[in-house]
């Protein structure tokens, strides 16, 4: 094997992406010049690696989806039959542990979601990648409600005639932009040395505010809603009137904050590498 050959199989297999995977990339490319092929060994296992040294044990897009479909199955579809069988055949005052564990299967998705984001900023072809996880996310929301509608679970809401089709893919676009903005959010904040535009600190962060500033915006309610699902007082009651008071504010504040951690980025990258060149 060539040392081209060895290199493009490399990259072929090697996850990361941004600059990080340009310093692996220059890293593999010194060690051909001073060694064979050979002497590095089998280039997808040195690339798969090298994926679990920067990504983690999830080191490519295919196992985050297989763990998204896992978590879909279990904690979204599988529990919604499991719940209806038991609030079947079961009296009222035994239902305490159903809603404890209902708590679990919205922040358990909600999680992957989140990590799902974050690990797809430090991926290469990020946008594609982050384009069907929200999809994925969804997808399977509306079809959870279309699940729920037909077995009864949720009552269609009366009103206006429309197709069922134009709903359901109203339904799916705004969750599509709902989640897609959340990702995004997440993805810029958490990116570290993957950022937005690398070359262009000024674009990066107005970038930055803009997106976590409407990521935050469509978040808060989602996040406010799993935690007063258990159970809802007085008192968030009013925290929850504060909330949506100042979700301008608050959204704009993330906002700021991020574009101020993008920028700090930006300066501490380009004295990085000017370090380094001198």
Same mark, same amino acid.
């Given at each position: 094997?060539t040392?081209?050959?060895?290199l493009t199989?490399?990259?072929h297999?090697?996850n990361v992406?941004?600059?990080q995977?340009?310093?692996i990339?220059?890293?593999?490319?010194?060690?051909?010049?001073e060694?064979?092929?050979?002497?590095?060994?089998?280039?997808?296992?040195?690339?798969?690696?090298s994926?679990? %040294?920067?990504?983690g044990?999830?080191?490519?897009?295919?196992? #985050? #989806?297989?763990l998204?479909?896992a978590?879909f199955?279990?904690?979204?579809?599988g529990?919604?039959?499991?719940?209806?069988?038991?609030l079947?055949?079961?009296?009222?005052?035994?239902?305490?542990?159903?809603?404890?564990v209902?708590?679990i299967t919205?922040?358990?998705?909600?999680?992957?979601?989140i990590?799902g984001s974050?690990?797809?900023?430090?991926?290469?072809?990020?946008?594609l990648?982050?384009?069907?996880w %929200?999809?994925?996310?969804?997808?399977?929301?509306?079809?959870?409600?279309?699940i729920?509608?037909?077995?009864?679970?949720?009552?269609?809401?009366?009103?206006v005639?429309?197709?069922?089709?134009?709903?359901? #893919?109203?339904?799916?676009?705004?969750l599509?932009v709902?989640?897609?903005a959340?990702?995004?959010g997440i993805?810029v904040?958490?990116?570290?040395k993957?950022?937005l535009?690398?070359?262009?600190?000024?674009?990066?962060?107005?970038?930055a505010?803009?997106?976590?500033?409407i990521a935050?915006y469509?978040a808060l309610p989602l996040v406010?809603?799993?935690?007063?699902?258990?159970?809802?007082?007085e008192?968030m009651?009013?925290?929850? %009137?504060?909330?949506?008071?100042?979700?301008?504010?608050?959204?704009?504040?993330?906002?700021?904050?991020g574009?101020?951690l993008?920028? #700090?980025?930006?300066?501490h990258?380009?004295?990085?590498?000017?370090?380094?060149?001198?």
């Open positions: 094997m040392n081209e050959q060895f199989t490399f990259q297999h090697l992406g941004g600059p995977r340009d310093e990339i220059a890293e593999i490319t010194n060690h051909l010049e060694e064979s092929p050979e002497k590095l060994g089998d280039p997808k296992k040195l690339a798969s690696k994926n679990r %040294v920067h990504l044990f999830i080191s490519s897009f295919k196992m #985050l #989806l297989w998204r479909l978590v199955l279990v904690f979204e579809c529990w919604l039959l499991v719940s209806l069988q038991y079947s055949s079961t009296p009222a005052r035994g239902w305490w542990w159903v809603y404890s209902n708590i919205q922040l358990f998705p909600a999680l992957v979601f990590y974050y690990l797809i900023g430090h991926f290469r072809r990020r946008w990648a982050l384009g069907a %929200v999809a994925t996310f969804a997808a399977g929301a509306t079809l959870m409600s279309f729920q509608e037909k077995i009864g679970y949720v009552l269609a809401v009366s009103g005639e429309r197709s069922p089709l134009m709903e359901y #893919l109203g339904q799916l676009t705004t599509y709902v989640f897609g959340i990702a995004l993805m904040a958490t990116e570290g993957n950022m535009w690398p070359k262009h600190i000024i674009a990066s962060t107005i970038g505010f803009i997106i976590i500033t935050t469509f406010w809603n799993v935690i007063t699902g258990y159970r809802y007082t008192y009651s009013t925290v929850d %009137v504060w909330i949506f008071e100042h979700q301008h504010y608050l959204a704009v504040t993330f906002g700021l904050v574009a101020s993008e920028w #700090l980025r930006h300066s990258h380009k004295q990085h590498s000017f370090s380094i060149t001198s």
